[in-house]
């Protein structure tokens, strides 16, 4: 083997020093502490790894913000409500605190380009669509982390821990003024994520020691901002902001670190090497967490804005909910690539549907309002006992989640079963208490992985109580009226107080208008988004996914 530091300055003053990124470093270490008892796949060792944390109850995670030049799209909301997932299902089911950095890149070489484009300060431009970011993902359900960390307020420290890497022999200064990571001076360590044998990332660069190394510190041109350093006028490369605002937060070692896959090379890969030359330790980060790309339905590649090929978070916000595209994130594995299509979103759709119409139905069977045969209620708490473990164990591999939702699934389709409407139950026993934990527990589990049932945000204001309220009266005095014009002539006020159901023969017929009308308010109703069901002599309603398409299509 090579011996250490070949090809750096000031190598006398490190000789004394300890042999940090030695070559038996190269290989992962599994960390000393609080193993969790899940697993995750580990994108530095290519499989599942235990999970093992520092500190018990705590997770340090680090990751990658967007370029705030343009609009999001659904390509970065893929990955975010993923990693939002990730991390709910580790604070929620499993208990551990996750303290989550975030860094917006508000200073770039495309910032700069757009903001000429626009004549508009680059400075401005970015706080413009960090701010549209920021309420994307709000609009998405995903939790905000501990802090966003902007790039353009920690460029002192970004000057600092590029002098560092220096110091210690891993970077050098060329006479135009840029800084380079040398890429010999930790040998085969550079390449822990990604085995790129003789790649390259900007080939071309006189100044280059290597064509693998690559820029910390960028000499300013003109017409751009710049920040003064020791080495002149200018602004910091991609991969160093990330290191520096990571290790400002967390120091030395860092538990989990996440991104989209195509950032493990070059950028995850720049940020280990110049953190381990910082550090002068042999592993940074322990576990690197990838999740897959977006493809759009029959392509290939990846949703991005430079293939032009994206659609705005705002722009599928104003056909589509929050809840739809999480459970088309929760129907797929986050490292895995997933097609964005209709038939994709539909299904999604559908299993939110079939979710929401199992406790509408639940509830009126818990109500009174639907008559079933005796449930076989031992079956269904064994069930949900069954579905319980079979959701915990899949969410600690790997984070599974379309497992973890077969298993809800599953568990819908056995109360399903139960519930099936019959015109008379006589002698039949009620079991309400195993519907109302079935509903618990479904709701709770939904809400750890971020999607809201009770549908919150339609609920926010004082209007849309007041609209519910007008609903619940008209479905009251639509079943009234029902009822009366179902009940035979000389029995229909004795039927309508008493409740019981009206005989099968055919109303009077100067109440068959009555009928008529009853079924046309049902009838117009749906397309408003309000299901009504008629269940004997009582009446139920829900608000369904129509209402928000109705609404789409109208603005």
Request: glycine share 6%; net charge neutral; with cysteine.
């Amino acid at each position: 083997m090579r011996p250490f530091l070949t090809l750096v300055r000031n190598t006398a003053s490190l000789v004394s020093t300890r042999a940090v990124c030695s070559e038996s470093g190269s290989r992962w270490i599994r960390p000393a502490g609080y193993d969790t008892g899940l697993k995750t796949y580990n994108s530095l060792t290519k499989q599942k790894e235990p999970l093992v944390l520092a500190k018990e109850g705590v997770a340090t995670w680090y990751s990658c913000g967007p370029t705030v030049y343009d609009h999001a799209h659904l390509g970065h909301a893929c990955s975010y409500v993923r990693f939002d997932i990730l991390q709910r299902i580790l604070t929620r089911l499993f208990g551990i605190n996750v303290t989550h950095v975030m860094v917006i890149t508000d200073i770039d070489d495309k910032i700069i380009q757009r903001s000429l484009e626009e004549n508009i300060s680059p400075f401005v431009l970015a706080r413009m669509y960090e701010e549209e970011f920021k309420r994307d993902m709000m609009a998405l359900k995903v939790l905000p982390p501990a802090v966003y960390m902007r790039v353009t307020e920690n460029i002192p420290q970004i000057v600092a821990f590029i002098e560092r890497i220096i110091g210690n022999g891993h970077a050098y200064a060329t006479g135009q003024g840029d800084v380079y990571f040398d890429t010999r001076s930790i040998s085969s360590r550079y390449g822990k994520l990604v085995n790129f044998g003789d790649a390259v990332e900007a080939p071309g660069v006189k100044d280059k020691r290597d064509p693998r190394d690559f820029a910390l510190w960028k000499a300013s041109k003109p017409q751009e901002p710049y920040w003064m350093s020791p080495w002149g006028r200018g602004r910091p490369g991609w991969h160093i902001e990330c290191s520096t605002i990571a290790s400002s937060v967390f120091g030395s070692q860092l538990d989990i670190h996440s991104g989209g896959i195509d950032l493990a090379f070059p950028h995850h890969e720049n940020e280990i090497a110049q953190c381990e030359a910082y550090h002068k330790c042999d592993q940074w980060g322990n576990y690197f967490l990838h999740s897959g790309h977006l493809h759009l339905k029959g392509s290939s590649e990846k949703m991005s804005k430079s293939l032009k090929n994206y659609i705005t978070i705002k722009d599928y916000l104003q056909s589509h909910s929050a809840n739809e595209f999480r459970l088309f994130c929760l129907l797929t594995k986050y490292r895995s690539a997933i097609d964005y299509s209709d038939a994709s979103m539909n299904e999604a759709r559908s299993t939110l549907s079939a979710i929401s119409a199992f406790i509408h139905n639940a509830q009126a069977y818990m109500q009174g309002q639907l008559l079933c045969q005796t449930i076989q209620e031992s079956f269904l708490w064994e069930r949900l006992s069954v579905t319980q473990a079979s959701v915990r164990s899949a969410l600690a591999d790997d984070f599974d989640t379309p497992k973890a939702m077969d298993a809800i699934m599953s568990l819908i389709y056995h109360g399903n079963c139960q519930l099936q409407p019959v015109t008379k139950a006589d002698g039949a026993s009620r079991s309400p208490a195993v519907f109302g934990a079935m509903l618990t527990y479904i709701r709770d589990i939904m809400d750890v992985l971020g999607v809201d049932l009770l549908d919150r945000k339609e609920s926010h204001d004082d209007l849309s109580g007041v609209l519910h309220n007008v609903v619940e009266q008209l479905v009251r005095f639509r079943s009234e009226v029902r009822n009366f014009a179902l009940s035979v002539e000389d029995q229909a006020t004795q039927n309508l107080q008493n409740s019981v159901q009206a005989p099968r023969k055919k109303p009077h017929p100067d109440r068959v208008p009555l009928l008529k009308a009853c079924d046309a308010l049902r009838k117009d109703l749906v397309p408003l988004g309000v299901q009504i069901k008629d269940r004997g002599t009582t009446s139920t309603w829900e608000i369904t996914q129509q209402q928000k398409e109705t609404k789409d299509k109208k603005s």
